[in-house]
């Protein structure tokens, strides 16, 4: 029997590095697309695409079982209009270049999976939002909706389509976790601008296993929200993070330091200070099962010594 195939476009960076791993742990064969391929040793093979033109790289995606679209501009960068421009431009022309792959294979991949973010709902104060709630009218919001749009949009009847409304990823290795772990074991752990916005986080072990249960179970489609059951305030966030690392208090950051130190770090203050409380009502709803629903033990289980 043929070895299953899944394709994970965008796959170089943090989520995808720990996608990948899972699926070759589970004897899948795994193709990377990237921009700049190298040759590895762990079994994941990497093929050159430049995330918007349709090319050779197109072939690796004729019989794959998925295509897993991860690709785009890092939004931890100032909201310049240039680097919004890039944001939008990096997602939208690799959904097009994917789809343009898929209507042209011969046997076209049984699943995509487009990640997109909770950015979505935008700043959604208190309210809950499940998978039904509306798009927000901030930057990102407005992305998220051309983007997931860009996919949605598309009739590509041979292929189930998933969408991922992803939140914030909290992981050993990458994304914002390990830099905001320094902050705090500098005591600059405190809570940010009011310290009310909500924070829908999620764990990179729960994240790889959703990718993993919208790929196998062939009843998933539509779209998803990516996040833990449990969203908390930037305050208890931060608090639990200090307990984490052993830090008992920082002084609370206002939103004017808010602003300075992500121009400092070359970030943008909106993401620390937007209010996102969203729900997995439709991961619930097909009995996922998460490892970790708590804040408590996802941040011990990553802060923990190795
Ligand atoms: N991490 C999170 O907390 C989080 C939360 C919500 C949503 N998401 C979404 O999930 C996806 C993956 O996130 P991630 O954290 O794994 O991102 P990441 O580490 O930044 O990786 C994204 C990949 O996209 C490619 N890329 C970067 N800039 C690009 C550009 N200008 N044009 C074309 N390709 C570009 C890069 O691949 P090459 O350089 O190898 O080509 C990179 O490895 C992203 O779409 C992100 O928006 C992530």
């Not at 064969?29 to 050159?48: C, H, M, N, Q, Y």
């Not at 996040?227 to 609370?252: C, G, I, Y």
Request: with cysteine.
């Amino acid at each position: 029997m043929n070895q299953k195939r899944i394709v994970i476009a965008g796959g170089s960076g943090f989520i995808g590095t720990a996608l990948a791993q899972e699926f070759i742990r589970r004897g899948y064969a795994v193709i990377v697309l990237t921009r700049s391929p190298r040759a590895r040793t762990d079994g994941i093979r990497e093929v050159a695409w430049d995330a918007k033109n349709f090319g050779d790289w197109a072939a690796q995606l004729d019989g794959a079982t998925a295509v897993i679209n991860l690709t785009g501009k890092n939004i931890n960068c100032p909201h310049t209009p240039e680097n919004l421009r890039a944001i939008t431009a990096s997602r939208m022309d690799s959904v097009n270049a994917v789809a343009a792959a898929i209507a042209q294979a011969s046997v076209p991949p049984l699943v995509w999976v487009q990640a997109s973010a909770v950015g979505f709902y935008g700043d959604t104060r208190d309210a809950a939002c499940d998978e039904s709630a509306p798009s927000g009218t901030d930057n990102l919001a407005n992305i998220c909706r051309q983007w997931e749009a860009a996919c949605a949009n598309l009739a590509l009847p041979q292929t189930r389509k998933v969408i991922l409304r992803i939140g914030f990823v909290l992981g050993r290795d990458g994304g914002a976790l390990p830099v905001l772990a320094r902050l705090t074991k500098l005591f600059l752990g405190g809570a940010v601008g009011s310290g009310r916005q909500y924070i829908s986080w999620i764990h990179l072990a729960d994240l790889v296993a959703m990718f993993l249960a919208v790929v196998e179970r062939e009843n998933m489609s539509g779209t998803f929200n990516a996040v833990a059951p449990n969203a908390v305030t930037n305050a208890e966030f931060m608090r639990e993070l200090r307990r984490a690392l052993h830090r008992p208090w920082s002084p609370p950051a206002p939103a004017l330091a808010v602003k300075l130190g992500a121009k400092l770090m070359g970030s943008d203050p909106s993401l620390a200070l937007i209010s996102q409380r969203c729900m997995p009502r439709k991961f619930q709803e097909a009995g996922f099962q998460f490892q970790f629903h708590e804040l408590r033990g996802a941040l011990q289980n990553l802060c923990r010594k190795e």
